[in-house]
C-alpha cells in the first residue's frame, strides 16, 4: 500500500464551480501536512500546510482528520488558473516528506 | 523562502555517461534533499546532503550511481553516474524553510 494515495482524477470542472478532493495517509505518526501545487513542467510550490484545525487561504480550505487519516482540499469559485496538479504530502516529524500522485484538476472556461 | 537556482535544466545525454546536476541557494541551510520525479509519478527521495558529511540514500539508492556532494552550506550537487534510459526523469533538489522549497528541476532524457 501506498504511503500517501490521491485520487488522480482528472477533475475538470467549471469556472466558478467548487471541486474537492482528499488524500490518505497509512502512517499514523504523521505529523505534517501540506498541499503543494505543481503546474506542467514546474517544480512543486506550496499551496498551504494543513493545521489540525483546519484552515483557510481565500479561496482554499484544507482539512485534517486523523482519526480516518485522510486531508482534504476544497477550492472555491475555481479560476482558470487554478488548473494544476495538486499534490498531497505528508511528514513523520523527521525531514522526510511522502509524496502522493497527485490530482489533476482542469478548470474550463 | 529560501530561492533555489538548479542547472542544467535539462539534458539529453548517451546512456552510459554521467550528468552533474548542480543546486545553488540563496541562504545557508543544513540540509538539503535531492528527488527523483520520474513521468506521471510522484517525487521519491533519492538522498539527503548533509555539509561535511556522507550523503543519506534511500532504499533504492546508492552512492554509486548517484554521487552527491555538499562542500558549503549553500551548495549541493548530485550526480546520475553510468546513465540508462531508466534514469530519464526529472530530478529536483529541496531545502526546508517554510514548507519545502524546490529548484526548477532538471529534465534528463537517456537516448
Known amino acids: 500500500r501506498k504511503e500517501v494515495e490521491q485520487d488522480p482524477g482528472p477533475f475538470n470542472v467549471p469556472e466558478g464551480a467548487t471541486v474537492a478532493f482528499n488524500c490518505t495517509y497509512s502512517?499514523?505518526?504523521?505529523?505534517?501536512f501540506f498541499w503543494y501545487r505543481q503546474d506542467c513542467r514546474k517544480e512543486p510550490k506550496l499551496l498551504m500546510s494543513?493545521?489540525?484545525s483546519g484552515n483557510e487561504d481565500g479561496r482554499f480550505t484544507a482539512q485534517l482528520n486523523r482519526a480516518s487519516q485522510y486531508i482534504s482540499l476544497l477550492i472555491r469559485d475555481s479560476k482558470l488558473s487554478d488548473s494544476a496538479t495538486y499534490l498531497c504530502?505528508?511528514?513523520?516529524?523527521?525531514?522526510?516528506?511522502?509524496f502522493g500522485a497527485g490530482t489533476t484538476v482542469t478548470v474550463r472556461a | 523562502s529560501a530561492v533555489i537556482s538548479q542547472k542544467p535544466s535539462r539534458d539529453i545525454c548517451q546512456r552510459g555517461t554521467s550528468l552533474t546536476i548542480q543546486c545553488q541557494v540563496d541562504?545557508?541551510?543544513?540540509?538539503m534533499f535531492w528527488y527523483r520525479q520520474q513521468p506521471g509519478q510522484s517525487l521519491t527521495l533519492i538522498a539527503t546532503?548533509?555539509?561535511?558529511?556522507?550523503?543519506?540514500?534511500e532504499s533504492g539508492f546508492v552512492i554509486d550511481k548517484f554521487p552527491i556532494s555538499r562542500p558549503n552550506l549553500t551548495f549541493s550537487t548530485l550526480t546520475v553516474s553510468n546513465m540508462s534510459p531508466e534514469d530519464s526523469s526529472i530530478y529536483l533538489c529541496?531545502?526546508?524553510?517554510?514548507?519545502?522549497?524546490f529548484g526548477s528541476g532538471t529534465r534528463l532524457t537517456v537516448v
Open positions: 546532503a548533509n555539509q561535511g558529511s556522507e550523503a543519506t540514500y
Open positions: 494543513v493545521y489540525s
Open positions: 541562504s545557508q541551510v543544513t540540509m
Open positions: 502512517n499514523s505518526a504523521s505529523q505534517s
Open positions: 529541496s531545502v526546508r524553510g517554510d514548507g519545502y522549497t
Open positions: 504530502v505528508v511528514s513523520h516529524g523527521d525531514y522526510k516528506l511522502s
